[in-house]
């Protein structure tokens, strides 16, 4: 499984959703607390890139070179239309402070979060994260591609991953021949992919479960998961 370090790392770099919430700071609303871009750096630390009228750059700007106390929380959720669509957060609480001359275009100022404490809680449980353990992992090689590789998993091999219920077994009687006939008893929905392994959302009647099918060898990239997935699917029809 991916540590929880690479989780976070994962999530920090790649998630769309973030918003930087700085204590005794009222604002309008969180989109003028959302950074532009974000990015980690050799060290761990985040930095962030917002248009000069943002909040946040005005608070840094007139604590003229004081540490300003921020937490910048990931809120990650699944880009495939499924029950509970929240797979879980991610928080890096640190301290703000602006890098001279790190605006990448006009009209927009980079601020650096030096890292103090990662949390998050998210598919695989709750944990905390060390800022050198955060420093030192990478983003999964998948995380680029997630949404597009779990969106088109649903729309054009959904009946494929169905049949993945097969490989539950024992551990879930909803899956006795739920796939078999021509009107499915359970619906299944790809929920989240990383270099391990799949996991897949089974929701019918009154049952909604998960279940996580891992790869044969950790994947790399598009065609190392190709030939994962083909396994996978070969494995379910095998039962």
Do not use: K
Request: with cysteine; hydrophobic share 45%.
């Amino acid at each position: 499984m991916p540590s929880a370090a690479e989780r976070a790392r994962t999530l920090v770099e790649n998630n769309s959703s973030a918003v930087v919430t700085i204590p005794g700071l009222a604002t309008a609303g969180s989109d003028v607390m959302t950074p532009v871009r974000r990015s980690v750096g050799p060290t761990g630390d985040v930095f962030l890139l917002f248009p000069d009228e943002s909040p946040a750059v005005r608070v840094v700007r007139a604590a003229g070179g004081e540490e300003i106390e921020a937490v910048l929380e990931i809120t990650d959720v699944a880009p495939v239309a499924v029950p509970h669509r929240i797979r879980g957060r991610a928080w890096v609480a640190g301290w703000l402070t602006p890098v001279p001359g790190g605006a990448m275009e006009s009209g927009t100022t980079l601020l650096r979060l030096e890292t103090g404490e990662i949390s998050l809680d998210d598919l695989w449980g709750a944990a905390l994260v060390e800022p050198d353990e955060f420093a030192d992992a990478a983003a999964d090689p998948l995380a680029e591609y997630e949404s597009e590789l779990l969106q088109h998993l649903a729309a054009a091999h959904s009946a494929q991953v169905g049949l993945l219920c097969a490989l539950v077994g024992r551990r879930e009687a909803s899956c006795d021949g739920a796939f078999a006939g021509s009107r499915p008893t359970l619906s299944a929905v790809p929920l989240a992919l990383d270099r391990f392994g799949l996991r897949v959302r089974f929701t019918g009647g009154n049952s909604v479960f998960d279940a996580r099918f891992d790869f044969p060898e950790p994947v790399r990239d598009r065609d190392g998961l190709r030939r994962s997935m083909h396994a996978l699917f070969d494995a379910a029809r095998d039962c």
